[in-house]
Nanobody
């Protein structure tokens, strides 16, 4: 059974940093493209960052230069380092794994940026 479990969400002040982790199991992790999405209250879920099996990364314009996605195939885990956090980064962050028609999601972790 495929499982994706996010962790690392917290409340942080503007300008602060957090690192999110997404631990996976039940899947050949290295074969999947991995992504982080987020959904703020009252808004649609949006792509934040993605990383392919080959390590190519892509970022939403709103987080470029502040967030970094990475993966550790040996630990079956994908990370999202978030720096210079802003109140508008407040959202539930979800991990996604995609391979052809297979698409898996975690349950999310809440990030709140507030003073």
């Amino acid at each position: 059974q495929v499982q994706l479990v996010e962790s690392g969400g917290a409340m942080v002040q503007p300008g602060g940093s957090l690192r999110l982790s997404c631990a996976t199991s039940g899947m050949f992790f290295s074969l999947y493209d991995m992504s982080w999405y987020r959904q703020a209250p009252g808004k649609q879920r949006e792509l934040v960052a993605s990383i392919t099996t080959g390590g190519t990364t892509n970022y939403a314009d709103s987080v470029k230069g502040r967030f970094t996605i990475s993966r550790d195939n040996a630990k079956y885990t994908v990370y999202l380092q978030m720096n210079s956090l802003k109140p508008e980064d407040t959202a539930v962050y979800y991990c996604n794994a995609e391979l052809a028609r297979q698409d898996y999601w975690g349950k999310g972790t809440l990030v709140t940026v507030s003073s």
